[in-house]
């Protein structure tokens, strides 16, 4: 995502968390293979689609993952404990 690219990822809790499902990228659930493969397929077919998917995943990565927005949250969380 911060390359500018969408992404494919299983349906797990570890990896989906950061991807809005046809937006910035796919998501397949984790036991389906031909899912994954069809996703593959969708994007490899489709400039028009990597373009957009993966500018929303670039914008995302720079609103959500940024440095300062992770140190910014860190603070709260500590914060919230003490």
């Not at 809005?20 to 389906?32: E, F, N, P, Q, R």
């Amino acid at each position: 995502m911060r390359a500018g690219l969408p992404v494919i990822v299983p349906d797990r809790p570890s990896v989906r968390g950061a991807t809005v499902h046809g937006v910035t990228g796919l998501i397949y659930a984790s036991d389906k293979i031909d899912e994954a493969a069809s996703s593959i397929l969708q994007l490899a077919g489709d400039a028009g689609i990597r373009r957009r998917m993966g500018g929303a995943a670039l914008e995302q990565v720079a609103r959500r993952f940024d440095i300062r927005c992770t140190l910014d949250g860190l603070r709260r969380e500590v914060a919230d404990f003490l």
